[in-house]
């Protein structure tokens, strides 16, 4: 509750490796199905064209009729995952990365790596209130900087595709005075809109989405598309 109170707006993801690694057990050790069984539930979940990684609710639908089908005869697992893990892998998987424009699979690894930088920074050793808001404050702050790096490729992060507008060759980035940096950085911060795929079309109630790959509108046979001037004529 403390953590939802003080980062209101940060999105909860769950690491995929624990997910899959939690299916894996069931189907074995609940269920008892054979590897190569095992191993297609799984793909038909996390793989590229599975239920995590689905560019938008139809193909979501397809993944999730798809398992089902191939799940018939395992009545137990289909619970579980109806009741339990569709739903987290729903709002806690699918849908962030969606959000995001990326079909990579979220890991702990970044928290367990941050839990690491935090021990180091306190020595391994309890801290008292103030100082301990110190040293987390000194953290955040180099966070930023390496974030702020991102925008002209430079430092450990890079942008998601739906943020490479903000992108900025590093060269030109020098030659910005720092006011510039400062508000081309806060521009960025500031994008908290709902990022959307370019060939996504999104129902109004906000509840469906598909993928458009219609390439052009219909045209009736022969149709051509004439120059502006010839669209029409001049009254006499």
Same mark, same amino acid.
């Given at each position: 509750?403390a953590?939802?109170n003080?980062?209101p707006?940060a999105k909860?993801?769950? &690491?995929?490796?624990? @997910?899959?690694? =939690?299916?894996?057990h069931y *189907?074995?050790?609940r269920?008892?199905?054979?590897?190569?069984?095992r191993?297609t539930i799984i793909?038909?979940i996390f793989?590229?064209?599975?239920?995590?990684?689905a560019?938008d609710t139809?193909?979501f639908?397809?993944?999730d009729?798809?398992l +089902? /089908? @191939? &799940?018939?005869n395992?009545?137990? !697992?289909l619970?579980y995952?109806?009741?339990s893990?569709?739903?987290?892998?729903?709002e !806690?998987?699918?849908?962030?990365?969606?959000? *995001?424009g990326? %079909?990579?699979?979220?890991?702990?690894?970044n928290?367990?790596?941050?839990?690491? #930088?935090? %021990?180091?920074?306190?020595?391994?050793?309890?801290?008292h209130a103030p100082d301990?808001?110190?040293?987390?404050f000194d953290?955040?702050?180099?966070?930023?900087i =390496?974030?702020?790096s991102? *925008?002209?490729h430079s430092?450990?992060?890079?942008?998601?595709?739906?943020?490479?507008q903000?992108?900025?060759a590093?060269?030109?980035?020098k030659? +910005?005075s720092d006011e510039e940096?400062?508000k081309? !950085?806060n521009?960025f911060l500031? /994008?908290?809109k709902k990022?959307k795929?370019e060939?996504i079309?999104?129902?109004s109630?906000?509840?469906?989405s598909? #993928?458009?790959k219609a390439k052009?509108?219909?045209?009736?046979?022969?149709?051509r598309k004439?120059?502006?001037?010839?669209?029409?004529e +001049?009254r006499?």
């Amino acid at each position: 509750m403390a953590i939802e109170n003080a980062f209101p707006t940060a999105k909860r993801r769950l &690491c995929t490796k624990h @997910l899959k690694d =939690n299916v894996q057990h069931y *189907l074995q050790d609940r269920v008892g199905v054979s590897t190569q069984e095992r191993k297609t539930i799984i793909n038909t979940i996390f793989g590229d064209q599975g239920i995590a990684s689905a560019d938008d609710t139809l193909q979501f639908a397809r993944a999730d009729s798809e398992l +089902k /089908d @191939l &799940c018939a005869n395992h009545p137990q !697992f289909l619970k579980y995952y109806e009741q339990s893990f569709k739903p987290r892998v729903e709002e !806690f998987v699918n849908a962030p990365n969606r959000r *995001l424009g990326t %079909k990579q699979m979220w890991t702990n690894n970044n928290a367990e790596s941050m839990n690491r #930088v935090m %021990k180091v920074a306190v020595n391994w050793k309890p801290q008292h209130a103030p100082d301990l808001v110190d040293k987390l404050f000194d953290m955040v702050d180099f966070q930023f900087i =390496n974030l702020r790096s991102a *925008l002209h490729h430079s430092g450990d992060y890079m942008l998601v595709n739906s943020y490479k507008q903000y992108t900025i060759a590093d060269a030109i980035w020098k030659t +910005k005075s720092d006011e510039e940096k400062r508000k081309l !950085f806060n521009n960025f911060l500031q /994008d908290s809109k709902k990022r959307k795929h370019e060939n996504i079309i999104t129902s109004s109630d906000g509840l469906y989405s598909v #993928v458009n790959k219609a390439k052009s509108i219909a045209k009736k046979p022969m149709q051509r598309k004439r120059p502006r001037t010839e669209r029409a004529e +001049k009254r006499h």
